[in-house]
């Protein structure tokens, strides 16, 4: 069985920083590329970031880009998010997502896994 978990998430003021982690178990890590994706409250799903199977290349939004950096370590089938920087807009719940493509899946798309989310606060 599939499974990722989520840690890190809490409450930071504006300009803080956070790193999220992601295990994962139930299939080969290192032949996956991974994603982080969040959600704002009262919003739907945005992508924020991609890495593929072994590390060396990443993708980023643009809301996050030159703030936050996805990095991976497949000895340990660890996913991280080093979030510098924060601001109120990143404020929502932070999903790890084992999908192909960076990108949002539908959330039924049989081809992606979802983690159960960890929250992240940005407030004063």
């Known amino acids: 069985e599939v499974q990722l978990v989520e840690s890190g998430g809490g409450l930071v003021q504006p300009g803080g920083s956070l790193r999220l982690s992601c295990a994962a178990s139930g299939f080969t890590y290192s032949d996956n590329p991974m994603n982080w994706v969040r959600q704002a409250p009262g919003k739907g799903l945005e992508w924020v970031s991609w890495?593929?199977?072994?590390?060396?290349?990443?993708l980023y939004s643009d809301s996050v880009e030159g703030r936050f950096t996805i990095s991976r370590d497949n000895a340990k089938n660890l996913l991280y998010l080093q979030m510098n920087n924060l601001k109120p807009e990143d404020t929502g719940v932070y999903y790890c997502?084992?999908?192909?493509?960076?990108?949002?899946?539908?959330?039924?798309?049989?081809?992606?896994?979802w983690g159960q989310g960890t929250q992240v606060t940005v407030s004063s």
């Open positions: 997502v084992r999908f192909l493509s960076p990108r949002v899946p539908a959330r039924d798309d049989g081809r992606a896994s």
């Open positions: 890495i593929d199977s072994v590390g060396t290349f990443a």
